[in-house]
T-cell receptor, first 114, second 113 residues
């Protein structure tokens, strides 16, 4: 049973437009959420995170929104750039007891065309 | 500062064999986590070692094991390999907190024939 779901396997966006990547979760014990980006032949790299006590976190072109009642989070990239083309993973943490055991979604491949 | 180093990067084994993968974390990081990435299942948590002790374990069979040395370097071992063990094995180093950023290596690509 998937606890973190990224229902869109792929997303295509034009350069300069907004990219919106979505993620749903089922476990109400998750208290911290992260987004990672992965290029081919490289390991995932951390992008941005949000605590469950917040509903928005912003870092430059990247903003993550959290809707706890809907158990939904989204990553907005504005403006999108060709270098943003990668696989994006949503991940969740179930608190201090879970340590570094993140639950990942299966990823969304973002393609930004120029 | 140097990143996370995983060796070997690629390896091919046959069913029934065993394999050992190595991970050198970022200097100062005491936590090393291992993840398995497959096309069908995505990234799945295997286990975490912190200060030489296994602190957490994912839902994998006992054929998957690991250890951590006093210098924080870690190894994972898979015995009696099965075709389904073909995957990218990723090591992540961190300070060990649940809200801490994980720094991933490039992974070890295992193919089981």
């Amino acid at each position: 049973d998937q606890q973190v779901k990224q229902n869109s396997p792929s997303l295509s966006v034009q350069e300069g437009r907004i990219s919106i990547l979505n993620c749903d979760y089922t476990n109400s014990m998750f208290d911290y959420f992260l987004w990672y980006k992965k290029y081919p032949a490289e390991g995932p790299t951390f992008l941005i995170s949000i605590s469950s006590i917040k509903d928005k976190n912003e870092d430059g072109r990247f903003t993550v929104f959290l809707n706890k009642s809907a158990k939904h989070l989204s990553l907005h990239i504005v403006p999108s750039q060709p270098g943003d083309s990668a696989v994006y993973f949503c991940a969740a943490s179930a608190g201090r007891q879970a340590g570094t055991a993140l639950i990942f979604g299966k990823g969304t491949t973002l393609s930004v065309s120029s | 500062k140097a990143g996370v180093t995983q060796t070997p990067r690629y390896l091919i084994k046959t069913r029934g064999q065993q394999v050992t993968l190595s991970c050198s974390p970022i200097s100062g990081h005491r936590s090393v986590s291992w993840y398995q990435q497959t096309p069908g299942q995505g990234l799945q948590f295997l286990f975490e070692y912190f200060s030489e002790t296994q602190r957490n374990k994912g839902n994998f069979p006992g054929r998957f094991s690991g250890r951590q040395f006093s210098n924080s370097r870690s190894e994972m071992n898979v015995s009696t390999l099965e075709l389904g063990d073909s995957a990218l094995y990723l090591c992540a180093s961190s300070l060990g907190t649940s809200t801490g950023e994980l720094f991933f290596g490039e992974g070890s690509r295992l193919t089981v024939l």
